[in-house]
């Protein structure tokens, strides 16, 4: 006995088997299978073919017997055809791909990076502002009203690339000098915003008001028959006319600079090595070393691991600074800074909030308070006594680290193998140990720094 598996296209008969239980089950051969593969395929043709208005199937002349075809367009075979659909439906999707690029392309301030992100868009500023400031300058410099030893490479010219320009609690200019970048940083945009200079000092005079200025600002105790020394480190022009006496406009230039707390920050504690160097002066403006800006992005939690290194090697330096810690009340990340030259830290790029810890408590024991909530200069906070008077900084540098910096990366997990994550989270361990553990690892793992 045989079954029928039939199709318009063929016929095939299978035996049956008749099992012992007398139900009749077809057994198809292994040519049966492709064959019923090879009807599922012809039944989807011949449906695309009552589908198809165009006929682009009828091409076989046994199909329509008696019959003259037109010929058949390519459009029509590929119309017609499952891999040309494919091939239609992505090229569809390539076109719309390629319009949303065009799009974007057209609107800078939407432009994707690299990461799928997009970026903030570029911030202008008035063009003429900064010209004027530095035209002002070198005219002044021209009439030997003020000095530096920057101002014969900045007047050289009078026309400047500016490529950045800030003003507000400071001015920062960004100017291109020869293919580099050159950083000017000022707390007024002129030499007469700041108080001048007495005319009838003389020399002497003059280096004390200088020691007497540092002295009040760090805290460090400069003793008096080094002034000469303090005056060529905070105006270094100095050393190339040994014995000779400053001028009119180096006194206007270095009163200026020295009512700058920043620069003043700059230029004596360099070897605290978390600040910028200071490439030269002009006039009342000081030219910091180019750094590269870090801004944390949220790709950068792939390089976790070495953020954290280059946090910790920058507290170990705080922790380091000669006879007490240096106190940053400033922690974010916009003042971080990277350069080749500094392995494994960064640099404090903005040092208006960053003190010795003697400067700072004087600070804090000059403001009156009526509660806690009244001692606080940036990140740092004191405790109101009971003189109504703030005392010495309660928190410290590792609390701040570790609350702004260390924290929003790394979130609550942590394991005291890593000495670097436990100092912020464990909780059973006291000051003294926790920083006598980091100072340990520090000798170990940034030795370098």
């Known amino acids: ?64 017997p008696g019959k003259d075809l037109p010929p058949i367009h390519p459009l029509q075979v590929i119309c017609c055809s499952r891999v040309g659909r494919l091939c239609i439906f992505l090229m569809i999707i390539l076109a719309f791909y390629l319009f949303y690029l065009a799009l974007i392309q057209s609107d800078p301030s939407r432009s994707v990076n690299g990461f799928g992100e997009v970026p903030s868009p570029k911030i202008s500023f008035n063009a003429s502002r900064p010209i004027e ?94 002034k000469r020394h303090l005056v060529e480190t905070v105006w270094p022009s100095l050393l190339r006319t040994p014995g000779q006496p400053l001028t009119k406009a180096d006194r206007t230039s270095l009163a200026a600079l020295l009512q700058q707390e920043e620069y003043i920050t700059f230029r004596v504690i360099p070897l605290s090595r978390v600040t910028p160097k200071v490439i030269g002066t002009c006039g009342h403006f000081y030219q910091t070393e180019t750094l590269v800006a870090f801004r944390m992005k949220g790709y950068y939690m792939n390089l976790k691991g070495k953020i954290l290194v280059h946090l910790m090697g920058t507290l170990k330096l705080f922790y380091e600074f000669l006879n007490e810690p240096l106190q940053w009340c400033d922690a974010r990340f916009d003042n971080l800074g990277l350069s080749a030259d500094y392995p494994k830290r960064f640099v404090i790029m903005d040092g208006d909030l960053l003190y010795t810890e003697s400067r700072l408590n004087a600070l804090f024991h000059q403001k009156p308070c009526a509660s806690d909530e009244d001692c606080v200069i940036g990140d740092c906070k004191a405790r109101c006594t009971a003189d109504m008077v703030c005392g010495n900084r309660m928190n410290e540098n590792l609390d701040v680290f570790c609350e702004k910096l260390v924290n929003p990366m790394f979130g609550s997990s942590w394991s005291k193998g890593n000495k670097y994550l436990a100092a912020c989270h464990d909780s059973t361990t006291n000051f003294t140990k926790k920083l006598n553990e980091l100072r340990l690892t520090w000798s170990w793992s940034l030795s370098e720094v």
């Open 1 to 64: 006995m045989y079954s029928r598996v039939s199709s318009r296209r063929f016929r095939r008969l299978a035996p049956l088997k008749v099992g012992r239980s007398g139900d009749v089950e077809s057994i198809m051969r292994d040519d049966d299978l492709a064959a019923a593969e090879y009807l599922r395929w012809a039944g989807d043709d011949e449906e695309i073919c009552e589908n198809c208005s165009t006929g682009c199937c009828s091409s076989n002349p046994q199909s329509q």
């Open 133 to 226: 400031i530095l035209s002002t300058l070198c005219a002044a410099y021209s009439r030997h009203e003020v000095s530096g030893d920057a101002c014969m490479r900045l007047c050289f010219k009078d026309k400047w690339e500016v490529t950045e320009f800030y003003e507000g609690n400071k001015v920062v200019i960004v100017v291109k000098d020869g293919g580099q970048q050159a950083v000017f940083k000022s707390s007024h945009p002129f030499i007469d915003d700041f108080r001048p200079v007495a005319s009838d000092e003389n020399e002497d005079a003059f280096t004390d008001h200088v020691l007497d200025r540092v002295n009040d600002l760090l805290r460090l105790g400069w003793p008096s028959h080094y």
